[in-house]
């Protein structure tokens, strides 16, 4: 799988500590090596559905700071 990152989120991803790039790479190398499904069942990582507005993408709390994400199809 593959995880691409929004302009808006590299720009933004520039201005977050550098410990907190690092626990993102780490998410990112997870869901690359073992696909999204299985890095959700890893607590640390508070992988939770989002309601409402937001019905259809998910959340991941990262040490402080939150992400948002959406699982697209490609072919």
């Known amino acids: 799988m593959e995880v691409e990152f929004s302009n808006n989120a590299k720009k933004q991803l520039r201005k977050v500590p ?3 790039q690092s ?3 780490y998410w ?3 869901v690359q090596d ?3 499904e299985e890095v ?3 607590p640390g ?3 939770e ?3 409402g507005k937001r019905k259809g993408q998910r959340s991941i709390r990262l040490l402080s700071l ?3 994400y959406t699982k697209s199809l490609t072919t």
């Open 40 to 42: 959700r069942k890893i």
């Open 18 to 20: 550098n410990y907190v």
């Open 49 to 51: 559905p989002l309601k």
């Open 45 to 47: 990582f508070h992988d």
């Open 66 to 68: 939150g992400g948002l």
């Open 28 to 30: 990112v190398s997870q």
């Open 34 to 36: 073992y696909g999204i």
């Open 23 to 25: 626990k993102l790479m």
